[in-house]
């Protein structure tokens, strides 16, 4: 039998060390505003701002909390000692990159957080976890141990959820989690397909893999979670990312395409076998025809996509069709404007599009996409997970109040090796896992 299923959306909240420090080569908005000075907490409220705006449309959507950074057990990891304050000091004289590094807020970004897929897919009937192991960047490699407490916090039932660990964190597994997956279906409760996209295949120097940047996920790694999480063959789909793509700067599959329900809108130079990625999830959709949305490069440039962050934009679900959530940038760039209102006007599953301000967030190389995790939860699942991190009304007043005490509206890459910025961090994240109800999920608290 067929259950009533919803697809939540989990958005990271933003952090307080919040800045440009340009750890991303491959990500072309990351490079340009390197050591620009950034702005923590308009990052932050932009982040809420988006959440509530969706939350009143009526999804249901989730909160993930940032990670503690500066993270001293990764610099201690690196042979610095000494009080903390200590440690601090030697890694900004010696090693500023390092303290960039494990400063980074990039777990805002919680398409890389994990891989999910929901219960209808999965051959125990339970919602399947697995962090991404993000071992393409070392600023991103240290996520996923917090990443999963944080997951099994939230998701903490076993008879409906189950938690895997990251994949070795090794070249040839490389994970970048949701930012390279996507689901399609007829309803969410149905069992769908779930679509795996990567880079390069680790294990066979001769296949196609691009040039210029690295290609973050292989194929190894996603077959690797399609084992884990107990996926029948009948609803896979392995599908190569254009190189030419990676090294245009489309550095995750998320940048160039974007998936819900039975409603795929991507580029033209999405796919490095368009026509067979097509057809093969199209022999494994069932209860609904696929609806393609292609953007030609003769409507939408590549690098005015990558600019824009067209597709890093959201898909979702209303009565009266799909809403695509678009950063600011789409109505800032002339083709991709006049491509919204030519997709506006058409007679296509997208029929609404709504902009978000995420300025702070894209100047670091991630869109409204970007900052969400997706995950299918059915009506006793949705009851199961701990409720503390549902964004409501109340809610999100408390976070306002609580980013408004707590975040800098300045930080500069020299303010990273402030110990007083580690205290005011441990202090707010102390207090934002007693407002979510999530228990010790840091290291600072174990």
């Known amino acids: 039998m067929v259950k009533h299923a919803v697809e939540a959306n989990f958005d990271g909240l933003v952090g307080p060390t919040h800045n440009y420090a340009g750890l991303s080569w491959g990500n072309v908005a990351s490079k340009s505003n390197v050591n620009a000075v950034s702005n923590p907490r308009e990052a932050a409220l932009q982040g809420l701002a988006k959440m509530k705006r969706l939350a009143d449309h009526g999804y249901v959507q989730g909160i993930l909390p940032p990670h503690e950074r500066p993270h001293i057990p990764s610099l201690r990891a690196l042979g610095f000692s000494g009080t903390d304050a200590q440690v601090l000091e030697q890694a900004a004289k010696s090693s500023p990159s390092i303290l960039a590094a494990v400063s980074s807020a990039s777990s805002m970004w919680t398409a890389n957080a994990a891989t999910v897929s929901p219960s209808a897919d999965t051959a125990d009937h339970r919602v399947h976890f697995t962090p991404a192991n993000l071992s393409a960047k070392y600023h991103r490699s240290i996520e996923h141990t917090v990443t999963g407490r944080t997951l099994k916090s939230i998701f903490a039932d076993d008879g409906y959820f189950a938690h895997h660990p990251a994949l070795p964190s090794v070249s040839h597994f490389g994970d970048e989690g949701a930012a390279n997956h996507t689901r399609l279906c007829g309803r969410y409760g149905e069992p769908g397909v779930e679509l795996f996209v990567y880079g390069q295949v680790a294990f066979n120097e001769q296949a196609p893999a691009p040039q210029k940047y690295p290609a973050r996920q292989t194929l190894e790694a996603s077959q690797a979670i399609a ?53 093969d999830i199209r022999a494994r959709l069932t209860g609904a025809e696929l609806e393609a949305v292609r953007v030609s490069s003769a409507e939408v440039a590549l690098e005015d996509a990558v600019a824009s962050y067209l597709f890093n934009s959201q898909l979702l679900n209303t009565p009266d069709g799909m809403l695509l959530a678009v950063p600011g940038e ?20 997208i029929t609404a599009v709504e902009v978000f301000d995420v300025k702070q967030s894209m100047r670091n190389g991630g869109g409204p996409a970007c900052l969400r995790l997706r995950v299918v939860l059915n009506d006793d699942e949705l009851q199961a997970m701990h409720r503390g991190v549902i964004l409501t009304d109340k809610l999100y007043e408390r976070l306002t109040t609580w980013v408004a005490a707590h975040y800098r509206d300045q930080l500069a890459r020299e303010d990273l090796a402030d110990p007083m910025l580690l205290d005011e961090v441990r202090k707010a994240l102390d207090e934002l896992t007693g407002i979510l109800g999530l228990g010790s999920i840091y290291d600072f608290q174990i």
């Open 330 to 349: 789409c109505r800032d760039i002339a083709s991709v404007s006049q491509y919204l209102d030519k997709l506006l006007a058409a007679d296509g599953p």
């Open 227 to 279: 084992r884990l999480h107990g996926l029948k063959n009948q609803n896979l789909v392995f599908a190569q990312q254009n190189p030419a793509a990676i090294d245009a700067g489309v550095f995750h599959n998320d940048v160039i395409a974007v998936g819900n329900g039975n409603t795929l809108f991507y580029h033209d130079m999405a796919f490095l076998n368009e026509e067979q990625v097509l057809s």
